[in-house]
DNA sequence: AGCAAACTTGCAGACTCTGCAAACTTTGCA
DNA sequence: TGCAAAGTTTGCAGAGTCTGCAAGTTTGCT
């Protein structure tokens, strides 16, 4: 077996916490919504709530995935122009996360009820930053890390800026074209810069 | 007369509760600071402090001042190139910082005591961005909003980056050094990239 | 002086979050 | 199977943030 029953509950019940936070801050707004109602739609005590989440936010807002290993390597051993490697390993990483779309979407929609919320979940993308400075510090070893940080800021806040405005188009579209909507921009931006 | 007794009492109150609170931030941290200590070593009471401020981090994070006229008309009708003249827009904005140097300094170091304050940070600076946005909209016509907003993250993230990495340096620097850095180092990332 | 507007304060109360200890469940092992 | 250890849930008490309201004070103005 792959889970003990205990890992499967906790993981059922973190999920059903998280399902029921969206749901209820999806049409109350994230302010009006109290960690008690969403405990109760969730079947668990207040107290559990916070055993499983430090604040109401993190209910909503969780990390995302990490690269997957084999993209990060082929990546950093990558002999092609950066910006094309690195679309390619930005996709691998969206992709991941197209089984969570539909929970996604209704994230970046509750995202717009509140600053806190924003906050939280720049916070969260300010860790996967740290993490891809390290990637892509790996493959240029010797720029110094300030400029890489940067860069990755730089990607990222494309990406999310992407991702954010262009809700309210068509739904269905393959979530890894947001990478390429984003460094489509990202191109077109440092063009006007010289 | 240029303010009424009222009006200077309002602003020496907001004032005196804004100093006491970094003061007590800065030597105990900004989530061991209770709003009533705050309020107390304001001299003020309690309730008063929520008449004064959102909440607690908004007594430590103030907006930035607006980017002054003349400087925005220059650089809008400049003809030098576009960062050479970035620079002299932002330099003219952080002359304004110059006087409270050292309250901006204290703030920069309390915001690395909590992430809450880090995010309050954050939603400022989104603000001053949005600002810029405009400005340098202004400018360039006829490109794309999102292109611009992509431009002023990076400007802005660059700076946040140069100022917060470099504490412990130097304390004396003139204020304005930091833009140049920034756009040194931005200068360099961008020539990563093709 | 005297009135209206602005400001401060105390109080009650809703909400978030923590520590603790008691009850309950799962697990590993005899 | 049965029992102890480990992990989970829950209730409760309590600290802390923040709001609305109403009463009291100060200020601006005539």
Redesign the pocket.
């Known amino acids: 077996m792959t889970e003990?029953?205990?890992?499967r509950?906790?993981n059922q019940?973190s999920r059903d916490i998280r399902i029921a936070a969206l749901e209820l801050c999806f049409t109350e707004g994230f302010d009006k919504?109290?960690?008690?109602a969403i405990s109760t739609r969730a079947?668990?005590?207040?107290?559990?709530f916070?055993?499983?989440f430090?604040?109401?936010?993190s209910a909503i807002i969780s990390h995302p995935p990490d690269f997957p290993a084999e993209a990060v390597e082929a990546f950093v051993n990558g002999k092609g122009r950066l910006l094309d490697d690195l679309r390619i390993l930005m996709r691998a990483q969206f992709e991941l996360l197209q089984d969570d779309r539909k929970m996604i979407d209704m994230v970046h929609s509750v995202i717009r009820t509140s600053e806190v919320l924003r906050a939280t979940h720049e916070a969260a993308m300010r860790q996967l930053q740290s993490k891809f400075t390290d990637i892509i510090q790996r493959r240029l070893h010797d720029v110094p890390r300030q400029q890489i940080e940067t860069l990755c800021s730089l990607i990222l806040i494309t990406v999310g800026q992407v991702m954010t405005d262009s809700k309210n188009a068509d739904d269905t579209r393959d979530i890894a074209t947001y990478v390429d909507e984003a460094l489509d921009t990202l191109e077109h931006t440092l063009k006007l810069i010289p």
Chains 1, 2 share one sequence.
């Open positions: 003990t029953l205990r890992q509950r906790r019940t919504v109290t960690t008690e079947g668990v005590s207040p107290r559990t916070f055993n499983y430090l604040n109401k936010e």
